[in-house]
């Protein structure tokens, strides 16, 4: 019996019809006044067109008085011939075609089943902001008694962002190294193919810019830009009214200052073993956006509800610019032997400071 029943299972999840009881009829439904179809609706051999017509009525709204049934789209069922369904020939899979002529029909003009005219509810900003009982209200509130007030998945979001980087620091792996906006914006650029680590993944670039929705990567201090990273922050600071980050290469101050939790704290020690120093990159902090060749992504290019650019369902990635590799890299053809795949793969991109984990995508 369960062997039956596996089958049948199996038979209707491919799409075969479902087994239904003699004299009964599995029909589609389609209609003039609507896109949708109402499908494998039954229907005894022994219903009349009156019949069909309250059921009809009850899917549709059509009323019974204006309404035109054709089987298969080609014959006419008409109350006064006095036929069942079944003398008509129907055969399950075959359908009824309705035609709606009342013109005050509900149906027309899509009213029916076209979601485009439904009236959406839309808040301003300004009726929200008047409105009690929302997290806004609350938050403003706190911030009101508390001016360091922040919500218990601000302070999750920092202390996991805190500890990932005091396992790479301990590890001895240095932070993303500086490199000027200007250089990126010139060596990765819209519509450039490109490689992506990690994986070797390969797509076109659709993004270079900064996305306020992720948090800004950290960059090493390498005396060679040290300079730069601090004007920057100074300036950034200076228009915000926040404290800059310190740029001392050597002390633990400047670490702690980057760590807002103290449950995960940038010790000397694990400074020492990064071998360098780093700050959080307050200044233009840009990101890659990339749609990837194949569905190994993460999203389709949007971020916390807002769109940067298009890309194919899981095809699209926000990468640091050290991870993105621009070139002449096709995509890759899935029928290609694996010579050819191997030929044609490109050397691995470094990452720079030797640590292969450090490339961080969203």
């Excluded at 596996?6 to 003699?22: D, E, F, H, T």
């Excluded at 035109?68 to 079944?86: H, P, S, V």
């Excluded at 911030?143 to 301990?170: C, M, T, V």
């Amino acid at each position: 019996m369960a062997a039956l029943d596996m089958s049948a299972l199996k038979q209707y999840v491919q799409g075969g019809r479902r087994a239904v009881p003699i004299g009964t009829l599995l029909l589609d439904i389609t209609h003039n006044l609507l896109q949708s179809r109402f499908v494998e609706i039954s229907f005894s051999v022994t219903d009349t067109v009156n019949d069909i017509k309250a059921r009809v009525y009850g899917m549709t709204g059509s009323s019974e008085q204006h309404m035109r049934l054709l089987l298969n789209g080609r014959i006419e069922m008409r109350t006064e011939d006095n036929k069942l369904l079944g003398e008509y020939g129907a055969q399950s899979g075959d359908f009824i075609h309705v035609i709606d002529e009342d013109p005050f029909s509900t149906a027309r003009g899509g009213a029916m089943d076209d979601v485009t005219q439904v009236k959406k509810f839309e808040l301003t900003e300004e009726e929200y902001d008047k409105r009690d009982g929302t997290y806004r209200a609350y938050k403003r509130k706190m911030l009101a008694q508390d001016p360091n007030w922040k919500s218990i998945y601000q302070i999750n979001s920092e202390k996991r962002a805190a500890a990932l980087r005091e396992q790479r620091r301990a590890k001895g792996y240095p932070d993303e190294k500086y490199e000027e906006p200007a250089s990126i914006r010139e060596r990765i650029q819209v519509g450039m193919r490109c490689i992506v680590e990690p994986g070797d993944r390969r797509g076109e670039v659709k993004y270079v810019g900064p996305v306020p929705e992720l948090t800004n990567y950290e960059v090493a201090l390498d005396g060679a830009c040290e300079a730069d990273i601090a004007a920057a922050n100074a300036k950034l600071a200076a228009e915000s009214g926040a404290a800059a980050p310190a740029a001392d290469a050597g002390a633990d101050a400047s670490a702690a200052a980057a760590d807002p939790v103290a449950s995960a704290p940038a010790t000397a020690e694990n400074l020492r073993l990064a071998g360098i120093a780093s700050v959080p990159l307050t200044g233009e902090c840009l990101w890659i956006g990339v749609q990837l060749d194949e569905p190994v992504g993460k999203h389709d290019g949007i971020i916390k509800g807002k769109r940067y650019f298009q890309a194919h369902n899981h095809a699209g990635v926000f990468a640091k610019p050290s991870a993105v590799r621009t070139g002449d890299f096709p995509e890759v053809d899935p029928f290609a032997s694996d010579e050819e795949e191997e030929d044609d793969k490109p050397p691995a991109l470094e990452p720079k400071g030797g640590a292969a984990d450090k490339f961080e995508e969203l």
